[in-house]
């Protein structure tokens, strides 16, 4: 098999082409943005604009796609109308042609399995950041096809350039000299390309059914491996998905099917360290049945056993509401402490950070307050804990839109209590 490659690195032209490029389209937004502004009624003013940021992320692509598809999950921070306009990202993106589809196909296998050349000759029923997806009708059953959108990787390896050299820039600055900003633009950008391996993710996907195997009312589908190719991922076909579904279940379904999905979540991560990033509408579905599916491990990550032992306890003192005891997690991961912090002052304010949070549903917890809070007391000290942090607090603040949204009544910390336990026993075996 043979397929696109995946540039280790991106060359300066690319970097300037992508600046121009966003550059241009951003430039362009703006005036239209203005031209709105001045000329619509103010009640079809924010949904005007709304659409024109959504737009400008499509056209963007890139990481910027991926940026306004975690947002979208969000609507308690950016608004309804953002949020609804951003939520079409998940899988309403422009399709690539049909062309395009065959072309990728033709390249990820020497000969284009039959099921495959006929899927990508009707129009996709999903179109992602990353890949379209497609129907194949099978005498004992339908698949999925989901196939690598071309030319893909260069603008995401471009676009973690451009963070690279913003890291290196803001690194300069006084506030953030000790902030690991290299270590973090390192991380999220090898997990985004880790996206464009589909074998990856195809082994992603079937550790995700099988560590979920157990874990009652969640669904996730098989993956197909003799019409897998590089670029190509055949999968079981899931029926009757629909991301406004949720919208219209029964409260009672609706806040079952929301615990299933927090409960997957934590199973994961509290057991296994692996972190599925990518939780927006278009990758998890809920059923009438109150049954959960979650599609596309593309963006995930496993953690180091030793990040996913300290924030297994760090949210264990959270839970307990020991706000001592989370303090001196942080700082036992505190790498290149500056000489001048004062861990003592330090382990005071993370205390009563948490101290103030413990216990606190979903309607009136702010996970995204909380980390700015948190990382604000990181840079005001000079005292910065494991990089690694950042994926289960990205994964945890996708989770905590779906919540507020539909289960505002839940405690999201002590859901976690039976998982975390767990977690902990089994590493202290």
Same mark, same amino acid.
């Given at each position: 098999m043979r397929g696109e490659p995946l540039p280790p690195a991106v060359r300066l032209g690319q970097v300037a082409v992508r600046l121009g490029q966003v550059a241009l389209f951003t430039a362009g937004t703006l005036v239209w943005i203005a031209m709105i502004s001045v000329l619509s009624s103010p009640s079809a003013r924010g949904h005007r604009v709304a659409g024109a940021v959504a737009r400008l992320a499509e056209r963007l692509r890139g990481a910027f796609l991926k940026g306004g598809q975690l947002l979208g999950t969000r609507a308690d921070l950016i608004g309804p109308a953002l949020a609804a306009a951003l939520s079409r990202l998940h899988d309403d993106v422009e399709a690539m042609s049909g062309g395009n589809a065959l072309r990728a196909a033709?390249?990820? @296998?020497?000969?284009?399995? +039959?099921?495959?050349?006929?899927?990508?000759?009707?129009?996709?029923?999903?179109?992602?950041? &990353?890949?379209?997806?497609? +129907?194949?009708?099978? =005498?004992?059953?339908?698949?999925?096809?989901?196939?690598?959108?071309?030319? &893909?990787?260069?603008? &995401?390896?471009? =676009?973690?350039?451009?963070?690279?050299?913003?890291?290196?820039?803001?690194?300069? @600055?006084?506030?953030?000299r000790r902030v690991p900003l290299d270590d973090m633009v390192e991380q999220i950008g090898a997990s985004l390309?880790?996206?464009?391996? @589909?074998?990856?993710?195809?082994?992603?996907?079937?550790?995700?059914?099988?560590?979920?195997?157990?874990?009652?009312?969640?669904?996730?589908?098989?993956?197909?491996?003799?019409?897998?190719?590089?670029?190509? &991922?055949?999968?079981?076909?899931?029926?009757?998905?629909?991301?406004?579904?949720?919208?219209?279940?029964?409260?009672?379904t609706r806040e079952t099917a929301v615990a299933r999905l927090v409960g997957a979540v934590y199973h994961m991560l509290f057991m296994s360290g692996f972190i599925h990033v990518d939780l927006h509408q278009g990758n998890v579905y809920f059923r009438t049945d109150g049954t959960v599916v979650i599609l596309d491990a593309g963006f995930a990550f496993q953690m180091s056993d030793m990040a996913a032992t300290k924030f297994t306890r760090f949210f264990a003192g959270m839970i307990r509401g020991d706000g001592e005891s989370c303090a001196d997690i942080l700082l036992s991961t505190v790498r290149g402490a500056d000489a001048h912090a004062d861990a003592g002052e330090f382990r005071q304010a993370v205390a009563d950070l948490v101290t103030r949070n413990a216990g606190v549903v979903a309607r009136d917890f702010s996970l995204s307050s909380f980390s700015v809070e948190l990382f604000d007391l990181q840079r005001r000290h000079r005292l910065f804990a494991e990089p690694e942090f950042v994926f289960p607090l990205l994964c945890l603040l996708a989770l905590e839109g779906t919540v507020k949204a539909h289960h505002p009544l839940m405690d999201f910390q002590l859901q976690a209590a039976p998982h975390v336990m767990h977690g902990l026993l089994q590493r202290a075996e």
């Open positions: 033709e390249e990820a @296998f020497d000969r284009v399995p +039959r099921e495959v050349a006929e899927a990508v000759r009707r129009p996709p029923v999903a179109s992602g950041s &990353i890949a379209c997806v497609y +129907r194949a009708e099978l =005498d004992h059953g339908a698949l999925a096809i989901k196939i690598r959108r071309p030319g &893909i990787a260069h603008r &995401i390896t471009a =676009d973690i350039a451009i963070a690279r050299l913003l890291a290196r820039v803001l690194g300069r @600055f006084a506030v953030f390309i880790g996206q464009l391996d @589909f074998a990856a993710e195809a082994d992603n996907l079937a550790r995700l059914r099988d560590d979920l195997a157990d874990v009652p009312g969640v669904v996730v589908p098989a993956v197909v491996p003799e019409l897998c190719g590089d670029g190509v &991922i055949a999968m079981e076909f899931v029926e009757g998905l629909d991301r406004t579904a949720v919208d219209r279940l029964p409260s009672a």
